[in-house]
Protein backbone atom coordinates (compact mmCIF):
# COMPACT_ATOMS: atom_id res chain seq x y z
CA UNK A 1 0.00 0.00 0.00
CA UNK A 2 1.43 3.50 -1.08
CA UNK A 3 1.97 5.95 1.67
CA UNK A 4 -0.16 8.94 1.83
CA UNK A 5 2.17 11.21 3.59
CA UNK A 6 4.82 13.14 1.34
CA UNK A 7 7.23 13.15 3.83
CA UNK A 8 6.94 9.44 4.44
CA UNK A 9 7.64 9.26 0.52
CA UNK A 10 10.41 11.22 0.39
CA UNK A 11 12.48 9.90 3.66
CA UNK A 12 12.07 6.45 1.80
CA UNK A 13 13.34 7.17 -0.90
CA UNK A 14 16.28 8.75 -0.15
CA UNK A 15 16.66 6.40 2.79
CA UNK A 16 16.78 3.96 0.14
CA UNK A 17 19.15 5.61 -2.36
CA UNK A 18 21.85 6.40 0.08
CA UNK A 19 21.67 2.58 0.89
CA UNK A 20 22.25 1.51 -2.18
CA UNK A 21 24.53 4.48 -2.70
CA UNK A 22 26.51 3.73 0.39
CA UNK A 23 26.89 -0.11 -1.03
CA UNK A 24 27.62 0.84 -4.45
CA UNK A 25 30.78 3.27 -2.99
CA UNK A 26 31.48 0.31 -0.40
CA UNK A 27 31.91 -2.17 -3.00
CA UNK A 28 34.25 0.15 -5.40
CA UNK A 29 35.96 1.13 -2.25
CA UNK A 30 36.48 -2.07 -1.37
CA UNK A 31 37.75 -3.49 -4.77
CA UNK A 32 40.05 -0.41 -5.57
CA UNK A 33 41.61 -0.97 -2.07
CA UNK A 34 42.45 -5.09 -2.75
CA UNK A 35 43.85 -4.32 -6.20
CA UNK A 36 45.81 -1.40 -4.28
CA UNK A 37 46.99 -3.60 -1.28
CA UNK A 38 47.60 -6.26 -3.94
CA UNK A 39 49.70 -4.36 -5.98
CA UNK A 40 51.53 -2.86 -3.30
CA UNK A 41 52.29 -6.52 -1.89
CA UNK A 42 53.25 -7.76 -5.24
CA UNK A 43 55.57 -4.56 -4.99
CA UNK A 44 57.39 -4.82 -2.29
CA UNK A 45 58.09 -8.46 -3.20
CA UNK A 46 59.50 -7.57 -6.47
CA UNK A 47 61.47 -5.04 -4.25
CA UNK A 48 62.52 -7.74 -1.56
CA UNK A 49 63.73 -10.14 -4.96
CA UNK A 50 65.86 -7.33 -6.45
CA UNK A 51 67.70 -6.83 -3.30
CA UNK A 52 68.12 -10.95 -3.13
CA UNK A 53 69.39 -10.66 -6.29
CA UNK A 54 71.68 -7.93 -5.58
CA UNK A 55 73.41 -10.02 -2.52
CA UNK A 56 73.74 -13.40 -4.10
CA UNK A 57 77.50 -13.95 -3.76
CA UNK A 58 78.73 -14.86 -7.47
CA UNK A 59 82.21 -15.74 -6.03
CA UNK A 60 81.04 -18.58 -3.66
CA UNK A 61 82.68 -21.64 -4.24
CA UNK A 62 80.04 -24.05 -2.45
CA UNK A 63 78.12 -26.11 -4.59
CA UNK A 64 74.27 -24.19 -3.14
CA UNK A 65 73.47 -20.29 -3.27
CA UNK A 66 75.26 -18.02 -0.84
CA UNK A 67 74.42 -14.67 0.18
CA UNK A 68 76.77 -11.87 0.80
CA UNK A 69 74.80 -10.71 3.61
CA UNK A 70 71.25 -10.91 5.48
CA UNK A 71 67.69 -9.26 4.67
CA UNK A 72 67.30 -6.47 7.01
CA UNK A 73 63.68 -7.16 7.36
CA UNK A 74 63.63 -9.77 10.61
CA UNK A 75 60.72 -11.28 10.22
CA UNK A 76 62.56 -13.43 7.20
CA UNK A 77 65.00 -14.84 10.39
CA UNK A 78 61.41 -15.79 12.78
CA UNK A 79 60.46 -19.09 12.18
CA UNK A 80 56.93 -19.11 10.08
CA UNK A 81 56.77 -15.42 10.54
CA UNK A 82 54.70 -15.43 7.19
CA UNK A 83 57.30 -13.68 4.54
CA UNK A 84 59.49 -15.99 3.22
CA UNK A 85 62.56 -16.36 0.51
CA UNK A 86 64.18 -19.33 -1.19
CA UNK A 87 67.04 -19.81 -4.00
CA UNK A 88 67.29 -22.84 -5.77
CA UNK A 89 70.22 -23.48 -7.98
CA UNK A 90 67.94 -25.32 -10.50
CA UNK A 91 70.78 -27.39 -11.56
CA UNK A 92 71.58 -29.60 -8.30
CA UNK A 93 68.36 -29.02 -6.83
CA UNK A 94 70.50 -27.46 -3.54
CA UNK A 95 68.57 -24.35 -2.04
CA UNK A 96 69.62 -21.66 0.35
CA UNK A 97 66.21 -20.68 2.25
CA UNK A 98 65.49 -17.79 4.81
CA UNK A 99 65.28 -18.96 8.64
CA UNK A 100 61.52 -18.02 8.52
CA UNK A 101 61.12 -21.60 6.26
CA UNK A 102 62.69 -23.47 8.83
CA UNK A 103 63.36 -26.78 7.37
CA UNK A 104 60.30 -26.49 4.58
CA UNK A 105 60.50 -25.90 1.04
CA UNK A 106 58.65 -23.78 -1.22
CA UNK A 107 57.24 -25.51 -4.38
CA UNK A 108 57.10 -23.44 -7.21
CA UNK A 109 57.26 -24.28 -11.51
CA UNK A 110 60.02 -22.64 -12.71
CA UNK A 111 59.54 -19.77 -15.48
CA UNK A 112 61.75 -18.52 -18.05
CA UNK A 113 59.52 -15.54 -19.16
CA UNK A 114 60.69 -13.31 -16.16
CA UNK A 115 59.17 -12.58 -13.29
CA UNK A 116 56.18 -15.18 -12.30
CA UNK A 117 53.18 -14.04 -9.70
CA UNK A 118 51.46 -16.84 -8.46
CA UNK A 119 49.66 -18.59 -5.28
CA UNK A 120 51.58 -21.30 -3.89
CA UNK A 121 51.60 -24.06 -0.39
CA UNK A 122 53.44 -22.27 2.94
CA UNK A 123 55.26 -24.29 5.07
CA UNK A 124 52.52 -24.94 7.28
CA UNK A 125 49.66 -25.45 4.33
CA UNK A 126 48.66 -21.81 4.17
CA UNK A 127 47.94 -19.71 0.65
CA UNK A 128 51.16 -17.45 0.10
CA UNK A 129 51.53 -15.28 -2.54
CA UNK A 130 54.70 -15.51 -4.18
CA UNK A 131 56.99 -13.74 -6.74
CA UNK A 132 59.85 -16.13 -8.48
CA UNK A 133 62.07 -15.25 -10.76
CA UNK A 134 64.81 -17.53 -12.79
CA UNK A 135 67.80 -16.17 -13.81
CA UNK A 136 71.86 -17.34 -15.12
CA UNK A 137 74.84 -15.62 -13.67
CA UNK A 138 77.99 -16.10 -14.68
CA UNK A 139 81.76 -15.08 -12.52
CA UNK A 140 84.86 -17.28 -12.93
CA UNK A 141 84.02 -18.89 -15.74
CA UNK A 142 81.03 -20.43 -13.91
CA UNK A 143 77.43 -20.33 -15.21
CA UNK A 144 75.12 -20.39 -12.22
CA UNK A 145 70.76 -21.71 -12.81
CA UNK A 146 69.10 -20.10 -9.99
CA UNK A 147 65.63 -20.00 -9.26
CA UNK A 148 64.55 -16.77 -6.75
CA UNK A 149 60.99 -17.15 -4.57
CA UNK A 150 59.66 -14.31 -2.13
CA UNK A 151 56.16 -15.21 -0.62
CA UNK A 152 53.97 -13.49 1.58
CA UNK A 153 51.51 -15.01 3.37
CA UNK A 154 48.08 -14.56 1.90
CA UNK A 155 46.48 -14.16 5.34
CA UNK A 156 48.21 -11.09 6.19
CA UNK A 157 46.83 -9.65 3.29
CA UNK A 158 43.55 -11.14 4.32
CA UNK A 159 43.93 -9.62 7.66
CA UNK A 160 44.52 -5.61 6.40
CA UNK A 161 41.73 -6.52 3.54
CA UNK A 162 38.97 -7.13 6.96
CA UNK A 163 40.23 -4.64 9.49
CA UNK A 164 39.89 -2.13 6.31
CA UNK A 165 36.11 -3.58 5.53
CA UNK A 166 35.49 -3.28 9.12
CA UNK A 167 36.21 0.09 9.59
CA UNK A 168 34.82 1.42 6.10
CA UNK A 169 31.65 -0.49 7.22
CA UNK A 170 31.76 1.40 10.41
CA UNK A 171 32.67 4.78 8.69
CA UNK A 172 29.95 4.25 5.65
CA UNK A 173 27.06 3.77 8.71
CA UNK A 174 27.81 6.79 10.63
CA UNK A 175 28.20 8.28 6.96
CA UNK A 176 24.53 6.44 6.15
CA UNK A 177 23.03 7.98 9.55
CA UNK A 178 24.78 11.95 8.74
CA UNK A 179 23.13 11.70 5.20
CA UNK A 180 19.69 10.38 6.59
CA UNK A 181 19.82 13.09 9.06
CA UNK A 182 20.58 15.76 6.80
CA UNK A 183 17.91 13.97 4.31
CA UNK A 184 15.32 14.30 7.53
CA UNK A 185 16.53 18.22 7.76
CA UNK A 186 15.88 18.82 4.33
CA UNK A 187 12.32 17.28 3.92
CA UNK A 188 11.57 19.34 7.54
CA UNK A 189 12.59 22.55 5.81
CA UNK A 190 11.46 21.92 2.60
CA UNK A 191 8.00 21.03 3.58
CA UNK A 192 7.74 23.97 5.98
CA UNK A 193 5.55 26.25 3.46
CA UNK A 194 3.37 23.52 2.90
CA UNK A 195 2.91 23.89 7.18
CA UNK A 196 2.39 27.66 6.80
CA UNK A 197 0.07 26.88 3.67
CA UNK A 198 -1.80 24.46 6.31
CA UNK A 199 -1.87 27.36 8.99
CA UNK A 200 -3.37 29.60 6.97
CA UNK A 201 -5.91 27.30 5.81
CA UNK A 202 -6.91 26.94 8.78
CA UNK A 203 -7.29 30.75 9.56
CA UNK A 204 -9.24 30.83 6.38
CA UNK A 205 -11.66 28.07 7.97
CA UNK A 206 -12.20 30.09 11.05
CA UNK A 207 -12.77 32.85 9.20
CA UNK A 208 -10.52 35.23 10.28
CA UNK A 209 -9.02 35.80 6.84
CA UNK A 210 -10.66 34.89 3.47
CA UNK A 211 -7.33 34.40 1.14
CA UNK A 212 -3.72 33.49 1.44
CA UNK A 213 -1.22 36.39 2.06
CA UNK A 214 1.72 35.32 2.87
CA UNK A 215 5.20 34.76 1.17
CA UNK A 216 6.15 31.35 -0.54
CA UNK A 217 8.58 29.82 -2.52
CA UNK A 218 8.42 29.65 -6.18
CA UNK A 219 7.65 26.55 -6.40
CA UNK A 220 4.43 26.35 -4.59
CA UNK A 221 3.13 29.92 -5.56
CA UNK A 222 1.32 28.89 -8.39
CA UNK A 223 -0.69 26.49 -6.07
CA UNK A 224 -1.10 29.51 -3.76
CA UNK A 225 -2.37 31.34 -6.58
CA UNK A 226 -4.99 28.83 -7.77
CA UNK A 227 -6.31 28.34 -3.86
CA UNK A 228 -6.83 31.95 -3.60
CA UNK A 229 -8.64 32.31 -6.88
CA UNK A 230 -11.23 29.32 -5.68
CA UNK A 231 -11.51 31.39 -2.51
CA UNK A 232 -12.58 34.25 -4.73
CA UNK A 233 -14.93 32.03 -7.12
CA UNK A 234 -16.10 30.63 -4.57
CA UNK A 235 -17.22 33.84 -2.44
CA UNK A 236 -18.37 35.20 -5.38
CA UNK A 237 -20.65 32.29 -6.50
CA UNK A 238 -21.78 32.60 -2.87
CA UNK A 239 -22.77 36.36 -3.11
CA UNK A 240 -23.92 35.99 -6.43
CA UNK A 241 -26.32 33.33 -5.32
CA UNK A 242 -27.88 34.69 -2.28
CA UNK A 243 -28.60 38.16 -4.21
CA UNK A 244 -30.30 36.58 -7.13
CA UNK A 245 -32.18 34.38 -4.35
CA UNK A 246 -33.36 37.77 -2.54
CA UNK A 247 -34.02 39.37 -5.74
CA UNK A 248 -35.92 36.20 -6.30
CA UNK A 249 -38.05 36.38 -3.33
CA UNK A 250 -38.30 40.21 -3.39
CA UNK A 251 -39.75 39.96 -6.91
CA UNK A 252 -42.48 37.41 -6.05
CA UNK A 253 -43.60 39.71 -3.09
CA UNK A 254 -45.30 42.09 -5.67
CA UNK A 255 -47.31 39.10 -7.28
CA UNK A 256 -48.33 37.93 -4.06
CA UNK A 257 -49.42 40.99 -2.48
CA UNK A 258 -51.18 41.24 -5.57
CA UNK A 259 -52.67 38.10 -4.97
CA UNK A 260 -53.64 38.66 -1.40
CA UNK A 261 -55.47 42.35 -2.74
CA UNK A 262 -57.56 40.04 -5.89
CA UNK A 263 -58.89 37.59 -2.91
CA UNK A 264 -60.19 40.33 -0.35
CA UNK A 265 -61.79 41.74 -2.94
CA UNK A 266 -63.58 38.30 -3.77
CA UNK A 267 -64.07 38.06 -0.42
CA UNK A 268 -65.75 41.36 -0.26
CA UNK A 269 -68.29 40.48 -3.14
CA UNK A 270 -68.93 36.88 -1.86
CA UNK A 271 -66.44 34.89 -3.30
CA UNK A 272 -65.42 33.10 -0.11
CA UNK A 273 -64.85 30.03 -1.63
CA UNK A 274 -62.35 31.38 -4.09
CA UNK A 275 -60.75 33.85 -1.96
CA UNK A 276 -59.84 31.07 0.97
CA UNK A 277 -57.67 28.80 -1.90
CA UNK A 278 -56.26 32.30 -2.73
CA UNK A 279 -55.16 33.00 0.46
CA UNK A 280 -54.62 29.62 1.35
CA UNK A 281 -52.00 29.75 -1.90
CA UNK A 282 -50.47 33.35 -1.00
CA UNK A 283 -49.65 31.67 2.69
CA UNK A 284 -48.12 28.59 1.35
CA UNK A 285 -45.94 30.66 -1.32
CA UNK A 286 -44.73 33.58 1.35
CA UNK A 287 -43.53 30.97 3.80
CA UNK A 288 -41.62 29.14 1.06
CA UNK A 289 -39.86 32.13 0.19
CA UNK A 290 -39.09 33.06 3.74
CA UNK A 291 -37.79 29.28 3.92
CA UNK A 292 -35.57 30.00 1.47
CA UNK A 293 -34.44 33.30 2.28
CA UNK A 294 -33.75 31.89 5.53
CA UNK A 295 -31.59 29.06 3.60
CA UNK A 296 -29.48 30.94 1.59
CA UNK A 297 -28.22 32.89 4.68
CA UNK A 298 -26.83 30.31 6.42
CA UNK A 299 -23.53 29.87 6.74
CA UNK A 300 -22.17 26.74 4.46
CA UNK A 301 -18.78 24.95 6.04
CA UNK A 302 -16.39 22.70 5.23
CA UNK A 303 -15.50 19.99 8.14
CA UNK A 304 -12.86 20.87 9.39
CA UNK A 305 -13.73 24.63 9.57
CA UNK A 306 -14.14 25.62 13.45
CA UNK A 307 -16.45 28.07 15.49
CA UNK A 308 -17.15 29.22 18.77
CA UNK A 309 -20.62 30.09 19.67
CA UNK A 310 -22.07 30.34 23.24
CA UNK A 311 -24.74 28.25 23.82
CA UNK A 312 -25.70 29.45 27.40
CA UNK A 313 -26.47 33.17 26.60
CA UNK A 314 -27.86 32.77 23.20
CA UNK A 315 -30.58 30.73 24.77
CA UNK A 316 -30.67 33.07 27.62
CA UNK A 317 -31.56 36.11 24.89
CA UNK A 318 -33.85 34.21 23.02
CA UNK A 319 -36.50 32.86 26.23
CA UNK A 320 -35.62 36.89 27.64
CA UNK A 321 -37.49 37.84 23.77
CA UNK A 322 -40.03 34.95 23.93
CA UNK A 323 -41.27 35.96 27.29
CA UNK A 324 -42.57 39.22 26.02
CA UNK A 325 -44.43 37.91 23.34
CA UNK A 326 -48.11 36.61 23.60
CA UNK A 327 -47.35 33.37 23.39
CA UNK A 328 -44.30 33.08 26.02
CA UNK A 329 -45.49 35.39 28.73
CA UNK A 330 -48.25 33.38 29.76
CA UNK A 331 -45.51 30.37 30.32
CA UNK A 332 -43.54 29.26 33.26
CA UNK A 333 -39.89 29.19 31.64
CA UNK A 334 -37.49 26.73 34.13
CA UNK A 335 -34.38 27.80 32.68
CA UNK A 336 -31.06 25.75 33.77
CA UNK A 337 -28.14 26.61 31.89
CA UNK A 338 -25.44 26.92 34.59
CA UNK A 339 -22.72 25.25 32.76
CA UNK A 340 -20.40 27.98 30.29
CA UNK A 341 -20.70 25.60 27.05
CA UNK A 342 -19.32 26.60 23.87
CA UNK A 343 -20.57 25.31 20.64
CA UNK A 344 -18.56 24.23 17.02
CA UNK A 345 -21.07 26.33 14.89
CA UNK A 346 -21.62 30.21 13.18
CA UNK A 347 -22.94 32.38 16.44
CA UNK A 348 -26.08 33.40 13.78
CA UNK A 349 -26.54 30.06 12.97
CA UNK A 350 -27.43 28.95 16.31
CA UNK A 351 -29.34 32.38 17.67
CA UNK A 352 -31.56 31.21 13.93
CA UNK A 353 -31.55 27.27 15.82
CA UNK A 354 -32.63 28.12 19.13
CA UNK A 355 -34.81 30.59 18.14
CA UNK A 356 -36.67 28.05 15.90
CA UNK A 357 -36.42 25.13 18.61
CA UNK A 358 -38.00 27.66 21.41
CA UNK A 359 -40.89 29.28 19.43
CA UNK A 360 -41.97 25.48 18.32
CA UNK A 361 -42.10 24.61 22.36
CA UNK A 362 -43.41 28.10 23.22
CA UNK A 363 -46.45 27.69 20.48
CA UNK A 364 -47.19 24.21 21.46
CA UNK A 365 -46.59 24.97 25.45
CA UNK A 366 -50.00 24.56 27.20
CA UNK A 367 -48.00 26.26 30.98
CA UNK A 368 -44.34 24.83 31.27
CA UNK A 369 -41.41 24.86 28.95
CA UNK A 370 -38.14 23.39 30.52
CA UNK A 371 -34.95 23.74 28.77
CA UNK A 372 -31.53 22.54 30.36
CA UNK A 373 -28.16 22.17 28.59
CA UNK A 374 -24.90 19.78 29.17
CA UNK A 375 -21.87 18.13 28.18
CA UNK A 376 -21.84 14.33 26.90
CA UNK A 377 -18.69 13.53 25.64
CA UNK A 378 -17.35 15.83 22.83
CA UNK A 379 -20.52 16.85 22.21
CA UNK A 380 -23.10 19.72 23.83
CA UNK A 381 -26.94 18.73 24.48
CA UNK A 382 -29.70 21.35 24.84
CA UNK A 383 -32.87 19.79 25.81
CA UNK A 384 -36.66 21.31 25.27
CA UNK A 385 -39.41 19.67 27.29
CA UNK A 386 -42.96 21.72 26.79
CA UNK A 387 -46.16 19.69 28.17
CA UNK A 388 -48.14 20.29 24.87
CA UNK A 389 -50.48 17.89 23.38
CA UNK A 390 -47.60 15.60 22.84
CA UNK A 391 -47.01 14.43 18.97
CA UNK A 392 -48.24 10.35 18.01
CA UNK A 393 -45.22 7.78 17.91
CA UNK A 394 -45.59 7.31 14.12
CA UNK A 395 -45.38 11.22 13.39
CA UNK A 396 -42.10 11.13 15.36
CA UNK A 397 -40.11 10.52 12.92
CA UNK A 398 -41.47 13.14 10.70
CA UNK A 399 -40.94 16.14 12.40
CA UNK A 400 -38.90 18.43 10.48
CA UNK A 401 -39.05 17.42 7.25
CA UNK A 402 -40.01 20.22 4.82
CA UNK A 403 -44.09 21.36 5.22
CA UNK A 404 -44.81 18.68 7.77
CA UNK A 405 -47.98 19.63 9.92
CA UNK A 406 -49.91 17.31 12.56
CA UNK A 407 -52.23 20.28 13.76
CA UNK A 408 -53.78 22.90 11.18
CA UNK A 409 -55.39 24.19 14.32
CA UNK A 410 -51.98 26.17 15.36
CA UNK A 411 -50.66 28.30 12.78
CA UNK A 412 -47.26 27.94 10.58
CA UNK A 413 -46.24 26.73 8.09
CA UNK A 414 -44.09 23.45 9.06
CA UNK A 415 -40.70 25.20 8.06
CA UNK A 416 -39.52 26.40 10.96
CA UNK A 417 -37.83 23.14 12.12
CA UNK A 418 -37.31 22.31 8.51
CA UNK A 419 -34.86 25.40 8.70
CA UNK A 420 -33.58 24.16 12.75
CA UNK A 421 -32.34 20.83 11.02
CA UNK A 422 -31.11 22.37 7.97
CA UNK A 423 -28.85 24.41 10.54
CA UNK A 424 -27.91 20.92 12.06
CA UNK A 425 -26.63 19.43 9.17
CA UNK A 426 -24.37 22.28 8.05
CA UNK A 427 -22.84 22.07 11.46
CA UNK A 428 -22.66 18.51 11.70
CA UNK A 429 -25.23 18.60 14.70
CA UNK A 430 -28.65 16.26 15.38
CA UNK A 431 -32.02 16.37 16.53
CA UNK A 432 -34.22 14.34 18.27
CA UNK A 433 -37.79 14.31 19.40
CA UNK A 434 -39.67 12.12 22.17
CA UNK A 435 -42.73 11.81 23.67
CA UNK A 436 -46.36 11.05 22.97
CA UNK A 437 -49.75 11.74 22.26
CA UNK A 438 -51.28 13.92 25.79
CA UNK A 439 -47.25 13.65 27.31
CA UNK A 440 -45.60 16.64 25.81
CA UNK A 441 -42.75 16.90 23.72
CA UNK A 442 -38.47 16.78 24.22
CA UNK A 443 -36.63 18.34 21.75
CA UNK A 444 -32.63 17.16 22.17
CA UNK A 445 -30.43 19.25 20.34
CA UNK A 446 -26.68 17.86 20.02
CA UNK A 447 -23.86 19.80 18.51
CA UNK A 448 -20.15 19.50 18.73
CA UNK A 449 -18.57 21.47 21.41
CA UNK A 450 -15.99 23.98 20.51
CA UNK A 451 -12.26 23.31 20.38
Known amino acids: MKSRSLKSRMIVAGAVWIFFALILAGSAISYLFIENVEKGVRSDLSATLSRLVAIIDLDARQDRPRLTRQLPDPRYETPFSGVYWQITDIDNQKALRSRSLWDKNLETEVSTDGEHFASIDGPAGQSLLALSLTTRFKARDIERHYQIVVALDRSILDETIHKFAWEMTAALAVLGASLVLAALLQVHFGLLPFRQLKSEVEIIRKGAATSLESEYPTEVYPLVAEVNELLKLQETSIEFARARASDLAHGLKTPLSVLVTVADDLRRRGETSAASVLFDLSDEMNSRVDYQLKLSK ?32 QLNWQIDMTQNIDVDIDENDLVELVGVVLENAAKWATSTVRVSASRRKDVAELRIFDDGPGIGQSHLKLIGKRGQRFDESVGGSGLGLAIATEILAINHGSILFEGDQGMGTLVIVRLPLAV
Do not use: Y
Open 298 to 329: LRQRARLHTLRAPLGSIVSRAVAVLKKTKEGE
